[in-house]
């Protein structure tokens, strides 16, 4: 499983993995795709793109390079699918 918190090792137009809770719902979260690109707020950072919101891609953001490693890890943290 390969979790990567070092978040200089991305690059715009890349696809990631990262866990999404239902902001409606908090107890439903999700593995779900996002996409690497320059952060419109703050010129020379990388931010992650999901549902038409910008996330600032920094060390706390467990981010994973497949869907197979972050589904790993959904199942070892909330036990269901």
Same mark, same amino acid.
């Given at each position: 499983?390969? $979790? /990567? %918190?070092? !978040?200089?090792?991305? /690059? +715009?137009?890349?696809? $990631?993995?990262?866990?999404?809770?239902? +902001?409606?719902?908090?107890? $439903?979260?999700?593995?779900?795709?996002?996409?690497? $690109? /320059?952060? +419109?707020? /703050?010129? =020379?950072?990388?931010?992650?793109?999901? !549902?038409?919101? !910008?996330? +600032?891609?920094?060390?706390?953001?467990?981010?994973?390079?497949?869907?197979?490693?972050?589904?790993?890890?959904?199942?070892? !943290? %909330? =036990?269901?699918?």
């Amino acid at each position: 499983m390969e $979790v /990567n %918190f070092d !978040y200089t090792s991305y /690059n +715009p137009g890349d696809v $990631v993995y990262v866990f999404y809770r239902n +902001p409606h719902t908090q107890d $439903v979260a999700n593995v779900q795709a996002a996409a690497v $690109v /320059n952060n +419109p707020e /703050n010129p =020379g950072e990388l931010a992650i793109f999901l !549902y038409e919101t !910008y996330y +600032p891609l920094t060390n706390d953001m467990a981010v994973y390079a497949s869907e197979a490693d972050a589904l790993q890890a959904y199942e070892q !943290y %909330f =036990g269901y699918k």
